[in-house]
């Protein structure tokens, strides 16, 4: 990490009040919704500590608003987003690289992403990774889910509720054909 201060904000989306912290130009956390903008502001304080709230830095503006239209249910691609990965271990960012690149309204498995890095074994340490992920929804872990389809768990806010939701507004289908599809 730099030595920039750290600075975080709390905004309204159509889904509750979200939050972003940075430390420079790039995102040290991102976080889903909350109901109230003061549940907001507390899960920000306690995952960085040494934030301070401040006005949005013009350099992620862009981000904020990226989050904003994402959960209004706009296709929108945040991987292009700054993060700043240095205390994430080095699997989970690899995951989180990847998973950055799965598109709006479509989905993974655990599995499959583990297969895509190389390491075919590994979905429970995509799961593990999915859970600690601390860019949600830029780094959109609800896209990832259990095998065959399920919906598997989700650590957010709002539970497995909210993987749904997410996934509804981005009208998400896996990668297998719908059965309309195969006729």
């Known amino acids: 990490m730099t030595t920039d201060a750290c600075g975080f904000a709390v905004f309204e989306t159509t889904l509750g009040h979200s939050g972003l912290a940075w430390r420079g130009d790039t995102v040290v956390r991102c976080q889903l919704p909350e109901a109230d903008p003061d549940q907001a502001r507390a899960r920000l304080a306690e995952a960085v500590p040494d934030a301070v709230e401040a006005p949005v830095p013009a350099t992620l503006v862009p981000a904020v608003e990226a989050v904003v239209a994402l959960l209004r249910g706009e296709p929108v691609d945040t991987s292009v987003v700054p993060l700043d990965m240095s205390a994430v271990p080095v699997f989970h960012r690899k995951v989180y690289e990847f998973v950055r690149t799965i598109a709006v309204g479509h989905t993974m498995t ?24 601390p860019f949600a929804p830029i780094v959109p872990c609800h896209r990832v889910l259990a095998a065959n389809g399920a919906i598997g768990g989700f650590s957010g806010p709002g539970g497995v509720a909210t993987k749904q939701r997410l996934l509804a507004l981005e009208r998400a289908h896996g990668d ?3 059965l309309f599809e195969l006729w």
Do not use: I, S
């Not at 583990?114 to 799961?127: F, H, M, N, Q, S």
């Open 110 to 133: 655990y599995g499959d992403v583990a297969a895509a890095l190389g390491e075919p074994g590994a979905a429970r340490a995509v799961g593990r990774a999915m859970g600690t992920n």
């Open 176 to 178: 297998q054909p719908t």
